[in-house]
C-alpha cells in the first residue's frame, strides 16, 4: 500500500520561514516525480512545485518562484518543500504526490497518489 505522509506544517509569521516534508512507504520515490499542491480555504487546489526524479530539474508556479525551493533524498525517501518570505497568501493546506504521467507538471491529473496534506497558516 502507498502512502505518502506530509509533516512540517504549522503557523509562522509573515516574511518567516517554514520547512514541509513529505514521507513515502510502499513506493520508492527516485522513480517517480514529485509535485506540492495547495488548497487554500474555499479555492481550488493549485500547483506549487515539481521536483524531477533526480532532483535535476524544479518548476515553480509564480506565486512562489524566487521563494519556494524544493529538494529530495532518495536514499531517504523524501521530498521537502523549503518555503521563506512567506506571505498571507500562502495560507493553505500542502499537499505531496507522485507523477506518473508525463506531459504538464502542474496538472493534478498526471499524479496518482497524495498525501493527506499539512496545514500551513501564515499570520500578519
Known amino acids: 500500500q502507498v502512502q505518502l505522509i506530509e509533516s512540517g506544517g504549522g503557523l509562522v509569521q509573515a516574511g518567516g520561514s517554514l520547512r514541509v516534508s513529505c514521507a513515502a512507504s510502499?513506493?520508492?520515490?527516485?522513480?517517480?516525480?514529485m509535485g506540492w499542491f495547495r488548497q487554500a480555504h474555499g479555492k481550488e487546489r493549485e500547483f506549487v512545485g515539481y521536483?524531477?526524479?533526480?532532483?535535476?530539474?524544479?518548476y515553480y508556479a509564480d506565486s512562489v518562484k524566487g521563494r519556494f525551493a524544493i529538494s529530495r533524498d532518495n536514499a531517504k525517501n523524501t521530498v521537502d518543500l523549503q518555503m521563506n518570505s512567506l506571505k498571507e497568501e500562502d495560507t493553505a493546506v500542502y499537499y505531496c504526490?507522485?507523477?506518473?504521467?508525463?506531459?504538464?507538471?502542474?496538472?493534478?491529473?498526471?499524479?496518482?497518489?497524495w498525501g493527506q496534506g499539512t496545514q500551513v497558516t501564515v499570520s500578519s
Open positions: 504526490a507522485s507523477r506518473t504521467a508525463g506531459g504538464n507538471a502542474a496538472n493534478a491529473r498526471e499524479y496518482d497518489y
Open positions: 510502499g513506493r520508492t520515490l527516485s522513480t517517480y516525480g
Open positions: 521536483i524531477s526524479r533526480t532532483g535535476s530539474a524544479t
